[in-house]
């Protein structure tokens, strides 16, 4: 489809479409069927789709999967949630960002029949997707669900190409449930009849809840760690999956739960070989080429790492899954870790401390920019200290924080806040 322009920019047509529903998160697929029936059902028309759901990885898992498909040659199709610095981030259109302009036309599109189905900003985020993916040509298009899977707004395509479900843990309770079964049945509601789903490793409960879905939809089921390993030998990782014994480079994003990752993302694409040809050198290639920004991304340039004068790296992970993760790479650093850390109030603090308590050498606490509904340091410093964290301060700007741990130097920064300010932190960092 050919670039024009559009009245509005992508941004106030968002508002515009924001102010029909303010309510972001307002789980039902009734909305959704209604909004792609106005629009010609798009799902319909989508190139092979690879559905992912799960609490942490998703990310991730589509970042290798597209490197490694980008490296055989094909055309990607990607859409993930949420965005860091632009709302174009979240949707790729066979291998690029989709332009403003094409955002525009879509969003536009869709403005008027969201009016009268009512749907959700993000159900209309994802219908302009549908749209767009439905009309431009791509090989496969990669897709993240947004909260959930059952109920979430990517649900509705008939017949993926496989589903997929990254490591679940306790996360967004408030909505999909406070123990692991109820959240890991939601997650399973994206298993469907005759699609076949590749797991991670998952506690028993969750283990559980996704075998039972995938045996009443009757489809087979690969759960890691039972169906298929990974072990580290050397300078790789070998994948084993029953048949065959094949070793991979390991990923160049830092931490051992990336190698999880990448060990999914194989798993997932050699199964869906037959349909998407793929092999072993172009997946090598796509584990070694996947970028994921804001997940322990060391930064490069830009105020705070001429500040600190030493190595700085941008998580935006806070649930207690991704502290684990978070945990298992500060124990592997040579030299000691400070935090700075904002949390949003939804975030439980306590289990995040809890995993990253005995690998922190300080920690300072800021206020979240703004009435975002984060945490106000003191209330973050508390939680921090009760648990044990050895050094725990207060400030209230990142540069403040950065002069409180001076004395640490030559540690390493870990700056630790929510997604949206990471995005922040990325437009003058990289």
């Given at each position: 489809?050919?670039?024009?322009?559009?009245?509005?920019?992508?941004?106030?047509?968002?508002?515009?479409?924001?102010?029909?529903?303010?309510?972001?998160?307002?789980?039902?697929?009734?909305?959704v069927?209604?909004?792609?029936?106005?629009?010609?059902?798009?799902?319909?028309?989508?190139?092979?789709?690879?559905?992912v759901?799960?609490?942490?990885?998703?990310?991730?898992?589509?970042?290798?999967?597209?490197?490694?498909?980008?490296?055989?040659?094909?055309?990607?199709?990607?859409?993930?949630?949420?965005?860091?610095?632009?709302?174009?981030?979240?949707?790729?259109?066979?291998?690029?960002?989709?332009?403003?302009d094409?955002?525009?036309?879509?969003?536009?599109?869709?403005l008027?029949?969201?009016?009268?189905?009512?749907?959700?900003?993000?159900?209309?985020?994802?219908?302009?997707?549908?749209?767009?993916?439905?009309?431009?040509?791509?090989?496969?298009?990669?897709?993240?669900?947004?909260?959930?899977?059952?109920?979430?707004?990517?649900?509705?395509?008939?017949?993926?190409?496989?589903?997929?479900?990254?490591?679940?843990?306790?996360?967004?309770?408030?909505?999909?449930?406070?123990?692991?079964?109820?959240?890991?049945?939601?997650?399973a509601?994206?298993?469907?009849?005759?699609?076949p789903?590749?797991?991670?490793?998952?506690?028993?409960?969750?283990?559980a809840?996704?075998?039972?879905?995938?045996?009443?939809?009757?489809?087979?089921?690969?759960?890691?760690?039972?169906?298929?390993?990974?072990?580290?030998?050397?300078?790789?990782?070998?994948?084993?999956?029953?048949?065959s014994e094949?070793?991979?480079?390991?990923?160049?994003?830092?931490?051992?739960?990336?190698?999880?990752?990448?060990?999914?993302?194989?798993?997932?694409?050699?199964?869906?070989?037959?349909?998407?040809?793929?092999?072993?050198?172009?997946?090598?290639?796509?584990?070694?080429?996947?970028?994921?920004?804001?997940?322990l991304?060391?930064?490069?340039?830009?105020?705070?790492?001429?500040?600190?004068?030493?190595?700085?790296?941008?998580d935006?992970?806070?649930?207690?899954?991704?502290?684990?993760?978070?945990?298992?790479?500060?124990?592997?650093?040579?030299?000691?870790?400070?935090m700075?850390?904002?949390?949003?109030?939804?975030?439980?603090?306590?289990?995040?401390?809890s995993?990253?308590?005995?690998?922190?050498?300080?920690?300072?606490?800021?206020?979240?920019?703004?009435?975002?509904?984060?945490?106000?340091?003191?209330?973050?410093?508390?939680?921090?200290?009760?648990?044990?964290?050895a050094?725990?301060m207060?400030?209230?700007?990142?540069?403040?924080?950065?002069?409180?741990?001076?004395?640490?130097?030559?540690?390493?920064?870990?700056?630790?806040?929510?997604?949206?300010?990471?995005?922040?932190?990325?437009?003058?960092?990289?």
């Amino acid at each position: 489809m050919a670039e024009a322009s559009a009245p509005g920019g992508p941004d106030a047509i968002l508002a515009r479409l924001t102010a029909l529903h303010p309510k972001r998160i307002d789980l039902s697929l009734d909305r959704v069927h209604r909004l792609l029936a106005a629009l010609g059902n798009p799902e319909r028309r989508l190139p092979p789709v690879v559905h992912v759901a799960g609490t942490n990885g998703k990310g991730s898992t589509i970042a290798y999967m597209r490197a490694m498909y980008e490296a055989a040659g094909y055309r990607v199709h990607a859409y993930t949630s949420p965005h860091l610095v632009r709302f174009n981030e979240r949707m790729v259109l066979a291998g690029e960002i989709i332009s403003n302009d094409t955002l525009a036309l879509y969003l536009e599109r869709i403005l008027t029949v969201s009016k009268e189905t009512h749907a959700t900003v993000f159900e209309a985020e994802t219908a302009v997707a549908f749209l767009a993916f439905s009309e431009h040509s791509a090989d496969v298009l990669l897709l993240e669900t947004g909260l959930g899977g059952r109920l979430d707004a990517t649900n509705v395509v008939p017949q993926p190409l496989c589903s997929v479900i990254t490591p679940i843990g306790i996360d967004h309770a408030e909505f999909l449930g406070d123990t692991l079964a109820k959240i890991a049945s939601e997650k399973a509601g994206i298993i469907k009849p005759n699609v076949p789903c590749i797991s991670a490793n998952q506690p028993a409960e969750v283990a559980a809840v996704l075998s039972d879905r995938a045996h009443a939809c009757n489809v087979p089921f690969s759960l890691g760690g039972i169906d298929w390993t990974f072990s580290l030998k050397d300078h790789a990782f070998l994948l084993r999956d029953g048949q065959s014994e094949i070793a991979f480079p390991l990923p160049h994003l830092p931490g051992g739960h990336q190698i999880a990752n990448a060990a999914l993302a194989t798993m997932v694409v050699r199964h869906c070989a037959e349909q998407l040809p793929i092999d072993d050198a172009a997946i090598a290639r796509g584990i070694d080429q996947a970028k994921w920004s804001a997940r322990l991304q060391k930064l490069s340039y830009g105020p705070l790492v001429e500040q600190w004068a030493g190595d700085v790296y941008l998580d935006g992970g806070h649930n207690a899954h991704a502290a684990a993760a978070i945990a298992g790479w500060m124990a592997q650093q040579s030299t000691p870790v400070v935090m700075i850390c904002a949390m949003m109030q939804r975030k439980d603090a306590r289990a995040y401390f809890s995993e990253l308590a005995p690998h922190l050498s300080a920690l300072c606490c800021i206020p979240m920019p703004g009435d975002s509904g984060g945490y106000d340091a003191e209330t973050l410093a508390s939680a921090a200290s009760a648990l044990g964290v050895a050094d725990v301060m207060q400030a209230d700007t990142m540069h403040e924080a950065i002069q409180q741990l001076e004395r640490y130097r030559p540690a390493t920064v870990l700056v630790a806040v929510s997604l949206h300010l990471a995005g922040e932190v990325l437009k003058t960092h990289g």
